[in-house]
């Protein structure tokens, strides 16, 4: 069962907030609103919220759901078409038999979060996390992102420390989750890779004390900070969430105001996919 509210708005904070310097970096965690008239919801989110409604139609049958996941992921992309695909997803698109491409980029991961929410078990979750890739994803970068950072939701939102979820996520993953942000931000570029990018997200979740520290943490590496927000944020509220109720939380401002940059289906999907994890 499912104990964390509004499980998809981790990610899709994360997206909104960090969308404005993903062309314009900082290095800095303060001194920003996490929201402005700059901000927009970008693909992450988009694809956040096709993976939620392929795994809800599936029921959580994993052949189910990567046959799903293609027709949401191109049903969302095609009515959505400006949330900044990049060049070889955008080509998926629009290929009448789309097959995937190899690739090894972040976008497995920033899309991923709904698989660690709901499933029942971590090898659910890992299951679920490759299904979720290989549609597009398939090169086994692309595969590890996604199903490390379905492992680290599973894992925070089932009680887990954070010495436990970074001991596992290395062994399992062999990512380098020991090194600080100190030492990563000087020589931190942009980088759109999954194994250039999904450690650093989970290390500015590890080196957090609260879900917007996350999100700052991300922002101020001055990489791909949409989707690093996202991916080190739907581990973050998983953590920080988890049996607790949002209402009184600050969280639920930034949920209020991340509505006010998203589609109304895509509120709607979120709540529908709160109701999938908890029956």
């Not at 679920?128 to 199903?147: C, D, M």
């Not at 931190?188 to 194994?195: E, I, L, P």
Request: glycine share 8%.
């Amino acid at each position: 069962m499912n104990n964390v509210a509004n499980c998809l708005y981790g990610a899709m904070i994360g997206d909104i907030a960090g969308s404005r310097f993903e062309w314009n970096a900082t290095k800095h965690k303060t001194g920003y609103a996490l929201f402005d008239s700059e901000c927009c919801y970008t693909d992450d989110t988009a694809m956040t919220i096709a993976i939620a409604r392929a795994l809800m139609a599936s029921g959580r049958d994993a052949e189910r759901f990567e046959s799903l996941a293609v027709q949401e992921l191109r049903d969302v992309g095609r009515r959505f078409p400006h949330a900044g695909y990049g060049g070889s997803f955008r080509r998926w698109l629009k290929n009448p038999n789309p097959e995937p491409y190899n690739s090894w980029g972040n976008g497995s991961a920033m899309r991923v979060s709904s698989c660690g929410y709901a499933a029942r078990t971590l090898d659910e979750a890992l299951q679920l996390a490759e299904a979720s890739a290989r549609v597009t994803h398939n090169h086994p970068e692309g595969i590890k992102g996604a199903q490390a950072t379905a492992a680290a939701i599973y894992l925070a939102r089932t009680g887990a420390d954070k010495d436990s979820i970074r001991d596992y996520v290395e062994t399992t993953f062999e990512y380098d989750l020991h090194r600080t942000l100190n030492d990563i931000r000087p020589g931190y570029a942009f980088d759109v890779s999954c194994q250039g990018s999904v450690p650093e997200s989970i290390i500015c979740f590890l080196e957090s004390d609260s879900y917007e520290d996350t999100l700052r943490n991300a922002i101020s590496l001055g990489g791909d900070s949409d989707t690093m927000a996202a991916i080190g944020g739907s581990i973050a509220w998983a953590f920080y969430l988890g049996g607790k109720d949002l209402a009184e939380e600050p969280e639920a401002d930034l949920a209020s105001q991340a509505d006010l940059f998203l589609p109304q289906e895509f509120i709607q999907t979120a709540r529908q996919f709160d109701e999938f994890c908890l029956a």
